[in-house]
């Protein structure tokens, strides 16, 4: 269930945390939002949450997600937001293969804001990022996870 502004920002920490480390699994990044509170607004919020990712925890938040074409393996909050963000991915077959292709490359899943795209436009984006070298495809994983942050911070807290 969504807390409204003014619960997130009164809220203890401690039953805050689960709801931004579904958003994205970053224990700083979860300290950073939370050490901002109050938030005089939404728009404030989504500011406070648009910070750079290091290298290590771009890999830690990857791990927290699930292949897209897959479905998550967990229960709960973060898991049922995978699943509606994937809910346009019907090509789960041809995932396998171009998921393959992308790990051995990168040594990493595949990364992106899938919420509102097609498994086609899915597909296409991952084609064209195995063109990329390791260092820049981490980077734009990197703002993947950051546009996916700010999907469920939106859903998590509400006006």
Known sequence: ?????????????????????????????????????PYANLDALRAAADLPLSSDEIRQAMAAHP??????????TEADWSRSEQSG????????AANAQYEA?????????????????????????????PATELGVAGQELLKIAALRLAKAVTA
């Open 1 to 37: 269930m969504p807390l409204t502004l003014t619960d997130f920002n009164t809220a203890d920490a401690g039953d805050v945390r689960p709801a931004l480390t579904a958003c994205l699994a970053v224990p700083r990044w979860a300290d950073a939002i939370l050490g901002h509170r």
């Open 67 to 76: 292949r897209i074409g897959e479905k998550p393996k967990q229960q709960g």
């Open 89 to 96: 991915v019907d090509n789960a077959d041809e995932f396998a």
């Open 105 to 133: 490359k990168f040594g990493h899943v595949y990364l992106v804001c899938a919420s509102g795209r097609s498994g086609d436009e899915l597909l296409k984006i991952l084609q064209e990022r195995l063109g990329n070298d």
